[in-house]
C-alpha cells in the first residue's frame, strides 16, 4: 500500500500494530515545548513499552493516526529482502475478527485515507478520517495491524504478484536510494532494496513472515501517534479498546539498525537519468543550524538548477537521519542533455555558501517557507501525523522520539554559516554520489 512513486520517495525513503489490552495508566510522561502557532505535544511511554504522542485539536474537522514500527526494510534477513514490505501487504488482509477489505470499504465511505508506506527505518500505517467517524474506524486499524492473520498460500502468493507490479511501475527507481545506503554502510549488500528483488522475495515463506511479525513487532518498538480531533482521553480508550499487541518482554527488545558509516564517499555509477547526493555528515547538536543552512541551499539550488529547466530537474536539501548518523544531503535530478554539469553546479552552490550571506530577498522568502511549513503543522492535522511519524520512526538505543524538528531553527547571520561550514564542510566527512548516462 504506497503513495504514488516520484523520485523524491525514492531517494529519501532510505532516509524520504494481537489480545492483551494495553493499560494506559502509565504515566512517564513530557510535554515538548512546541514552536510557535504549533499545538502542544504530549509524549508518554505505556507501562508496555509503546510511545504515544498525541496532539489534541478539538477544533479541526479531521484526526489521523499514524501506527509506526521501528523495523523496516533494513531489518530485512540477508537473502529475504522486502519482507517487511510484504508483512505490510499482508496485515491489510485484515485480523480473525476484522476483513482488511472492509475497513478500506469503510474508509473510503466515510471520506478517509488508509494506507501505509515501508521505507529503511520503520514501516508506517496511516489512517486520515473524518472528525465524526475517526473513532471506530481508528480502533479497528488498530486492531488489523496488531492482530493480523498473516495469510499464506494463494494470498500470499497474490502480494509477492503484486508487489512486483509495484516494482516493475512504482519502484523503478529505487535502487537509487539503495546505492547510497550500500555506499555508506559495509553492512548492506548490492542485493538491499526497499522491496527486495523477484529472488529475495521468492525465498520469502510464511513461516518467514510470522517470525519477522513475533520478533519485530513489540510494543516496546512502536510508536502511536494521534492528532486533530482526538483528545487525550479518547486516544488512551482507542488504545486500550483496539491495541492488541501483548506487552514485550525485557529479552524480545529490538536491536535498533544503527551502524557507523563509512566516510568519505565518492561513488560513480550508471543511470538512465542524471541522480546526484552531495553533503556532509554532522554532529547531532547541529541538527538546528542544519535545517537553516539546508533551506538556504535549497533556495540557490533551485536558482541554479531548477529555474533554468524546471521541467526535467529538480533539487532537494534534507537534514536526515541514516542508521544513526546525522546527515545533510543535497538531491540533485535532471532529464537535460546538460546533466554533466549538475554535479559541478551543486558542488559550487555548496563552496559558494560561506562567501555568500543570505541576501534581504533569500531572507524574505525563507521567512515565508519557514511560516508554510508552520501554517501546516499548526492545524495538528495529516501533516503534523506525517511529520511525527517520520521522527518517531529514527532508530533510538534509549529515550523517545525527538520533537526537536517543531522549533524554529536559528537565524542565519554570516557568523554561523562561515562557522557550520568549517566545521562541518570536510573532505573527510563528505558524500558525492553521482548516477548518469553520461
Known amino acids: 500500500m504506497h503513495r504514488p512513486f516520484s523520485w523524491r520517495p525514492a531517494l529519501l525513503g532510505l532516509v524520504l500494530l494481537a489480545a492483551s489490552p494495553v493499560g494506559a ?26 510511545e504515544l504522542l498525541l496532539v489534541p485539536q478539538p477544533a479541526s474537522d479531521t484526526a489521523s493516526l499514524r501506527v509506526v514500527v521501528r523495523s523496516g526494510a533494513s531489518h530485512d534477513p540477508p537473502g529475504k529482502e522486502g519482507l517487511a514490505h510484504l508483512v505490510e501487504h499482508l496485515v491489510f488482509h ?19 485515507m488508509l494506507n501505509a508506506h515501508t521505507l529503511s527505518n520503520a514501516t508506517v500505517y496511516m489512517l486520515d478520517a473524518p ?10 486499524m488498530l486492531r488489523m495491524v496488531t492482530s493480523p492473520m498473516l495469510p499464506g498460500g494463494k494470498r500470499l502468493e497474490r502480494e509477492l504478484g503484486i508487489i512486483q507490479t509495484e516494482s516493475t511501475y512504482h519502484f523503478k527507481d529505487s535502487l537509487l536510494g539503495s546505492q547510497i545506503e550500500g555506499a555508506l554502510f559495509s553492512s548492506v549488500s548490492a542485493a538491499y532494496a526497499l522491496i527486495g528483488s523477484r529472488d529475495s522475495r521468492g525465498r520469502i515463506t510464511r513461516e518467514d513472515v510470522l517470525r519477522f511479525y513475533a520478533s519485530e513487532y513489540l510494543t516496546s518498538n512502536v510508536s502511536l501517534v494521534f492528532t486533530g480531533a482526538v483528545g487525550g482521553d479518547d486516544a488512551r480508550r482507542l488504545v486500550d479498546e483496539g491495541y492488541r499487541l501483548a506487552p514485550a518482554l525485557a529479552e524480545e527488545q529490538v536491536a535498533p539498525a544503527l551502524e557507523e558509516a563509512l566516510f568519505p564517499v565518492e561513488q560513480e555509477t550508471r543511470a538512465d537519468n542524471t541522480f546526484v547526493t552531495l553533503g556532509y555528515a554532522l554532529p547531532k547538536e547541529a541538527r538546528a543550524t542544519c535545517r537553516a ?21 529538480g533539487v532537494d536539501v534534507r537534514c536526515l537521519t541514516l542508521r544513526g548518523n546525522d546527515l545533510l544531503l543535497a538531491f540533485g535530478y535532471t532529464r537535460s542533455l546538460d546533466g554533466s554539469l549538475l554535479p559541478s553546479r551543486m558542488q ?24 508554510r511549513e508552520v501554517d501546516g503543522l499548526s492545524s495538528a492535522g495529516p501533516a503534523l501525523a506525517d511529520a511525527l511519524a517520520a521522527e518517531a520512526s529514527e532508530p533510538r538505543r534509549e529515550g523517545g ?19 557550520f561550514v568549517r566545521r562541518y564542510f570536510v573532505e573527510e566527512r563528505s558524500v558525492r554520489i553521482v548516477s548518469t548516462p553520461l
Open 131 to 140: 472528525a465524526s467517524a475517526f473513532v471506530p474506524l481508528a480502533r479497528d
Open 293 to 313: 543552512v539546508a533551506a538556504l541551499l535549497e533556495l540557490r539550488l533551485l536558482l541554479a538548477v531548477h529555474v533554468k529547466e524546471p521541467i526535467v530537474s
Open 25 to 50: 495508566a502509565s504515566r512517564k510522561q513530557t510535554a515538548s515545548p512546541p514552536a510557535a502557532a504549533v499545538p502542544a505535544i504530549t509524549s508518554e511511554t505505556l507501562l508496555d513499552g509503546t
Open 348 to 371: 559550487e552552490t555548496f563552496e559558494s555558501l560561506a562567501k555568500r550571506p543570505p541576501s534581504a530577498v533569500e531572507q524574505k522568502l525563507l521567512a515565508q517557507r519557514g511560516r
Open 401 to 419: 522520539t525527538d520533537l526537536g524538528f517543531l522549533q524554529p531553527p536559528p537565524p542565519l547571520t554570516p557568523a554561523i554559516i562561515k562557522d
Open 94 to 112: 485484515g485480523s480473525h475478527d476484522l476483513a482488511g477489505p472492509e475497513l478500506r470499504a469503510r474508509v473510503e465511505a466515510a471520506g478517509g
